[in-house]
């Protein structure tokens, strides 16, 4: 028999998003969550040793003699959502811009200003590193309190090439403390510094011959990512920053047409990036070449709501076209401040009109994918992480709603975060800073 040290039992719902593990769903695969009714799974040592309904729980699993029996009849169990879109590591705070923007002020005008990313730029190159992490560590708590188990982390508040070095070494010792997994992305091309605004090309080639080849060399990240728009980096620009990238192990993602439709899906298609985000103005022609390409569109509708753009990438057309669609937060400082991978899905539902089973799929196998963590996360398959979920809920489609607390009470958190994925600490016994999270 198999032994476990974490058993779930009796789920109303199981939604494991089990199936093709090629590549990452499209089209109408998007709606199968691979669902057990009356479900149950095992763990051992923070990895799933199995997954069945409770009926043959008894006969398949022996529990040891430590082992946590979660009771979760009448409750969905799913796996942990997966943001792939975070800026996470910053100083400073930017509030007074969500007042400018209801008054009328454009991204591009509060930029101009003073404001926007190079604001927070100026604060992060003054922080200290145990200031960046604390701001961050406080963050990553509050994404694993709303059922987000592995987070995607940029870098690109620095701009020159000590603070972004300091914000990847922030990023790994997060990662390496957990109990979330954080994957370093370095952006380095996120703007265009205020000391190099006359001169972009010095600062391109700053990021070329001097960041990159250090990131690399230290191996502080996975990805390489840059902002492709409209007064920030060109088309010709972003390409030749993402070949250099490429060159030295980095997969490339691009921030592209978020505020124009300048052709960055085409580009992302065209390099075969591993994903194209934000979208808001892709073209038709670039949502077939990502398709074609097997590009991931990364759908972010918290920032367009944050900004009030009236606009939201076309998920249902890009679905159609047979584009792997994920979503994020892209909890930021200034356009989008929210860590809230919840909210996301709701309104991936109600503005992007996404089917619920779509957006749960885009939140976590598929997001997933987008960081390379397809093998590890993102489903409730045996061999990959412990991340789960048990929402109370008696089904994927009633997890956003409220639910009676105790005494009577209203409670607005219906998901309840079980991460053992500690196990990647030496010391086993360690797991207890993750025990926090585990409840019935």
Aim: proline share 5%; charged share 20%.
């Amino acid at each position: 028999m198999i032994q476990a040290d974490l058993i779930i039992e009796g789920a109303a719902e199981l939604v494991t998003l089990r199936g093709n593990s090629s590549r990452p769903r499209r089209g109408d695969e998007m709606r199968d969550l691979g669902i057990t009714r009356q479900g149950a799974l095992a763990a051992r040592r923070g990895k799933i040793v199995w997954v069945g309904p409770t009926a043959d729980l008894l006969t398949s699993v022996r529990p040891m003699a430590f082992s946590k029996l979660l009771d979760a009849y009448g409750k969905t169990v799913m796996p942990g959502l997966v943001d792939p879109h975070t800026h996470l590591v910053f100083a400073g705070t930017r509030e007074n811009e969500f007042g400018m923007r209801i008054q009328g002020k454009t991204y591009l005008q509060i930029a101009a200003a003073g404001g926007g990313i190079n604001a927070t730029v100026a604060a992060t190159r003054k922080a200290s590193t145990q200031e960046l992490k604390a701001a961050a560590r406080k963050s990553l708590d509050r994404m694993l309190v709303l059922g987000t188990t592995t987070v995607e982390a940029k870098g690109g508040y620095g701009l020159d090439v000590e603070t972004e070095l300091k914000m990847l070494e922030v990023i790994g010792e997060l990662n390496e403390e957990g109990p979330a997994t954080v994957i370093p992305t370095f952006m380095g091309a996120h703007e265009i510094p205020p000391e190099l605004r006359q001169n972009p090309e010095a600062y391109v080639d700053l990021v070329i011959t001097r960041m990159l080849p250090e990131v690399a060399a230290r191996k502080l990240a996975r990805f390489c990512d840059i902002f492709c728009e409209t007064g920030v980096f060109s088309v010709e620009q972003s390409e030749r920053v993402l070949f250099a990238a490429a060159g030295l192990g980095l997969e490339p993602r691009v921030h592209a047409d978020e505020l124009t439709d300048l052709g960055a899906a085409t580009l992302a298609a065209r390099i075969k990036a591993r994903t194209a985000d934000h979208l808001l103005f892709a073209n038709d022609d670039g949502i077939r070449q990502m398709a074609a390409a097997g590009v991931i569109a990364v759908l972010l509708p918290g920032t367009p709501y944050f900004l009030h753009m009236q606009r939201y990438a076309r998920a249902r057309d890009m679905i159609a076209a047979g584009v792997p669609v994920a979503l994020a937060t892209d909890f930021n400082p200034g356009s989008c401040m929210t860590e809230s991978l919840p909210l996301i899905l709701n309104l991936a539902c109600t503005q992007m009109r996404m089917l619920p089973a779509e957006a749960i799929t885009a939140a976590t196998i598929n997001a997933a994918w987008a960081i390379g963590e397809e093998d590890c996360a993102g489903s409730l398959e045996v061999g990959k992480q412990a991340d789960i979920l048990v929402l109370d809920a008696p089904n994927h489609g009633d997890g956003g709603q409220e639910r009676q607390g105790r005494g009577g009470g209203r409670t607005a958190r219906p998901l309840t975060p079980v991460n053992w994925s500690t196990c990647r600490v030496v010391d086993w016994q360690r797991r207890a800073k993750s025990s926090d999270y585990l409840t019935n």
